[in-house]
């Protein structure tokens, strides 16, 4: 027995390369908002390890704007690399450390929905309206904050004026 988990530590390469992971059907960049081990490559080097992801799954419905709503999931994911010594085989593999590449996933009970919505005309109207207010009112501050200045200006040169005669 020793020699088989001796040899498979000598032997096993746990570098590797996700191309995709995604649970449910594909949903848009913009409502998956990417995906976190899409891409992902992972080189170990020299002797070999156990590399662990742990994903979080959480429930999702998308209901697009004209089309029936989709059951599909978003994820997270934290991961754990332990590189694993040859000449500790016997221990590491009593104590469950073996040499390879593990997915764990555990599901959320929450669920998120993300619906698209159009606004109304009056929402956009609403919008308009309190940025042409916003702009006058900042515009009505500048101009008093202005005319005062101007005003204790003058008054400062009428009595500069009168001092100096």
Same mark, same amino acid.
């Given at each position: ?77 934290? #991961?754990?690399? =332990?590189? +694993? ?7 590491? $593999?009593?104590? /469950?450390?073996?040499?390879? %590449? ?13 619906? #698209?919505?159009? =606004?109304? +005309? ?7 309206? $309190?940025?042409? /207010?916003?702009?006058?009112? %900042? ?27």
């Amino acid at each position: 027995m020793a020699d088989v988990i001796a040899f498979t530590y000598g032997a096993f390469n746990v570098t590797h390369r996700v191309n995709v992971l995604s649970f449910g059907p594909y949903l848009p960049d913009n409502v998956r908002k990417g995906s976190p081990l899409h891409g992902r490559s992972v080189f170990l080097g020299e002797g070999t390890g156990m590399h662990q992801y742990f994903l979080k799954l959480v429930p999702l419905i998308y209901a697009p704007l004209r089309a029936a709503p989709m059951l599909s999931y978003q994820y997270s994911v934290t #991961e754990h690399v =332990r590189k +694993l010594d040859a000449s500790q085989a016997q221990v590491e $593999a009593a104590t /469950g450390l073996l040499p390879g %590449v593990f997915f764990n996933y555990e599901l959320s009970p929450l669920r998120v929905r993300i619906e #698209e919505r159009r =606004r109304s +005309l009056g929402h956009f109207l609403t919008n308009c309206c $309190a940025i042409v /207010g916003g702009v006058f009112t %900042v515009m009505g501050l500048v101009d008093t904050l202005v005319h005062r200045a101007l005003r204790v200006s003058k008054s400062a040169k009428k009595r500069g004026g009168m001092l100096s005669e």
